[in-house]
């Protein structure tokens, strides 16, 4: 349908290619986008948290995973992120 609406104005190239893949910029939206929530919820919870978690481990990761070059993957932190944010909806209160 897409196809047939843009007429001549869509190369071949285009619809003609094989299928291809993508992926989210998780890395740069965690840096960038949507870092004030992420640190709110990592930098912001307290060390001493009924779920037993090292906040400050949690907290060093985070550093960690800001400075360029860094070998910890934004789905480490976005892991940890998500468990403190849902303790915080679910639990605490």
Request: charged content about 25%; hydrophobic content about 40%.
């Amino acid at each position: 349908l897409l196809i047939k609406t843009m007429g001549d104005l869509l190369p071949q190239e285009i619809y003609l290619r094989p299928k291809m893949g993508f992926t989210f910029p998780w890395e740069n939206w965690l840096k960038d986008k949507i870092r004030p929530q992420i640190e709110e919820v990592i930098l912001g919870s307290d060390t001493n948290n009924e779920m037993n978690l090292n906040m400050e481990s949690c907290q060093n990761l985070w550093k960690i995973f800001l400075k360029k070059g860094s070998s910890i993957s934004w789905s480490r932190v976005w892991a940890i992120y998500v468990l403190l944010k849902w303790y915080d909806e679910n639990y605490k209160g």
